[in-house]
């Protein structure tokens, strides 16, 4: 996996921003370029058109209810090579991470990093710590083994701090306070059929594992006795309702796991076969902040650091309960006090895994931490507001060109014109954030990155992100024509019946453009 170097536990005496939480707001914003909003110019194809316009014409398909938005411009001339629709509102599924990317580098920057803090709420006295102890996190998506050596290793460090202040006793609970982003966890618009999936995860300023859970289900030894159930990790709170059975025969029915909403029960029936092949299924987790700090209390446990009190967790909605969220004081004596910090990997390490990856719980995070760290409402709306006004005001482009709803591109009621997608990548290409920009797109041809187009011009030249959902295929990116020049190119489509044949078409317009050339 690709990541940078994991963040360790700073030393005791970190102390956090006045006038706030303990947020990760030291980190600078950069300006996004200095160049005027201006789109590019469109010019239709047609009749007598240019060889490239006529060959893209002959690639698109007439497909029965689809429709297309195509546009391709020279980054380097501003003029339009091709232009099929490009004003037309489509949705375009994860294509609208190319749009939380870019705003996230203006505001935040690529070596923005989050902290997450361990502060003691009571004195300390004789290795005891007469209070509760707070686990609090300002957004960061990545605490668990992807950036990691292990799933745990963020807490393991924030334990070993503890542990060489001499704390190991902790007499009141142990919190976990994910105030800092407000509510709701999912966007609007994400389908309640996908909201038990990976893919669609709650968004916690407080998270773990990327608030998902693999649930092994294993056989009984003996018939008549219901399989085992094993949580990997094992820190999640789920409510597990188990009556499937293990049978010596053919298995009539088939073990299966239901839940019908994040919150309900997860409910296991059917059979198993002794000796038979375990079950896997991962799930998306109900409580963030509850999960992480479950994951904090076994560490500490481990490390000889007895909490007697209860595990608890403060939801994004319940920030007038925290003692953290909304503090407009802090000196070394006043509690809560902070004992550790978890520092993450730079931001444009986050950013790789969102558009290499296609990963949405990444890109919704880094969604709320922009409206967050901007506006102070790390909510969906909130990080909704910051980036249409960047789009607005930097880039030159209105609601009728992109209109964001979330930061991952899952909500179906996104919308995005393939003019829109080409003049963010035109402002970014001509900012000083085009360098990190690229560096988070997938290359064509490349087992890592975007891996199709192989063996032609395309590969390891044609740099893009793919979008998918239900009837909806995208490809939005930066190629370079056999001339070296580069063309910035936005692919929608809405209303297919195969979303991996439109990816052939949206491939044989890639190479198209990689052969292209000005003169013969």
């Keep these: 996996r690709s990541g940078g170097t994991p963040g360790a536990a700073a030393a005791a005496g970190a102390t956090p921003t006045p006038g706030g939480p303990p947020a990760a707001a030291d980190a600078s914003a950069t300006e996004g370029g200095g160049l005027p909003p201006a789109g590019p110019t469109l010019r239709a194809g047609g009749a007598g058109a240019p060889p490239l316009a006529r060959e893209i014409d002959r690639i698109l398909p007439r497909w029965r209810g689809a429709r297309w938005g195509v546009l391709v411009v020279s980054l380097e001339r501003g003029d339009t090579l091709y232009a099929r629709a490009p004003d037309l509102a489509l949705a375009p599924a994860s294509n609208l991470k190319l749009v939380t990317t870019a705003a996230a580098l203006h505001h935040l920057g690529p070596d923005y990093r989050y902290r997450t803090f361990l502060l003691a709420d009571g004195p300390v006295r004789d290795g005891t710590l007469h209070g509760d102890l707070i686990l609090y996190g300002t957004g960061d998506p990545g605490i668990g083994d992807r950036f990691q050596r292990t799933k745990t290793a963020a807490f393991e460090a924030l334990a070993d701090s503890l542990v060489a202040q001499g704390i190991h006793t902790v007499t009141g609970d142990l919190v976990g306070d994910g105030t800092y982003f407000a509510g709701p966890d999912r966007a609007p618009g994400w389908r309640s059929e996908d909201l038990n999936d990976w893919f669609a995860a709650p968004v916690s300023a407080l998270s773990f594992n990327e608030n998902v859970v693999t649930v092994r289900v294993v056989p009984a030894a003996a018939p008549g006795r219901s399989p085992a159930v094993e949580l990997i990790p094992d820190a999640a709170v789920l409510d597990i309702e188990n009556v499937a059975r293990t049978v010596t025969r053919r298995p009539r029915p088939n073990l299966w796991l239901d839940r019908t909403a994040p919150e309900a029960p997860v409910h296991i029936d059917g059979e198993m076969r002794v000796g038979g092949r375990d079950a896997w299924r991962q799930l998306t987790i109900p409580d963030g902040p509850l999960y992480a700090a479950s994951a904090l209390r076994s560490?500490?446990?481990?490390?000889?650091?007895?909490?007697?009190?209860?595990?608890?967790?403060?939801?994004?909605?319940?920030?007038?309960?925290?003692?953290?969220?909304?503090?407009?004081?802090?000196?070394?004596?006043?509690?809560?006090?902070?004992?550790?910090?978890?520092?993450?990997?730079?931001?444009?390490?986050?950013?790789?895994?969102?558009?290499?990856?296609?990963?949405?719980?990444?890109?919704?995070?880094?969604?709320?931490?922009?409206?967050?760290?901007?506006?102070?409402?790390?909510?969906?709306?909130?990080?909704?507001?910051?980036?249409?006004?960047?789009?607005?005001?930097?880039?030159?482009?209105?609601?009728?060109?992109?209109?964001?709803?979330?930061?991952?591109?899952?909500?179906?009621?996104?919308?995005?014109?393939?003019?829109?997608?080409?003049?963010?990548?035109?402002?970014?290409?001509?900012?000083?954030?085009?360098g990190a920009f690229e560096e988070t797109l997938p290359v064509a041809g490349r087992r890592r990155g975007l891996r199709r187009m192989y063996r032609t011009r395309a590969a390891g030249n044609l740099r893009a992100k793919t979008g998918t959902i239900d009837g909806v295929s995208a490809l939005s990116g930066i190629v370079r024509s056999a001339d070296g020049e580069r063309l910035a190119f936005a692919i929608l489509v809405n209303g297919v019946r195969s979303t991996s044949a439109a990816k052939g078409v949206e491939d044989r317009i890639g190479v198209a453009l990689a052969r292209f050339r000005r003169s013969p």
């Design 299 to 434: 560490v500490l446990e481990a490390r000889g650091i007895e909490v007697r009190g209860a595990t608890r967790a403060l939801e994004a909605d319940d920030d007038a309960a925290s003692r953290v969220t909304g503090r407009r004081a802090w000196d070394g004596l006043d509690e809560p006090r902070v004992l550790a910090v978890h520092i993450s990997p730079p931001l444009l390490d986050y950013l790789r895994v969102v558009n290499h990856e296609s990963h949405n719980f990444f890109a919704e995070a880094v969604f709320k931490t922009v409206g967050r760290v901007v506006e102070g409402d790390g909510s969906f709306a909130g990080g909704a507001r910051v980036v249409r006004r960047f789009l607005r005001d930097r880039v030159g482009v209105g609601e009728d060109g992109l209109r964001v709803l979330d930061g991952s591109g899952l909500s179906e009621a996104n919308r995005a014109t393939a003019g829109g997608l080409v003049q963010l990548i035109t402002w970014v290409e001509h900012s000083p954030l085009a």
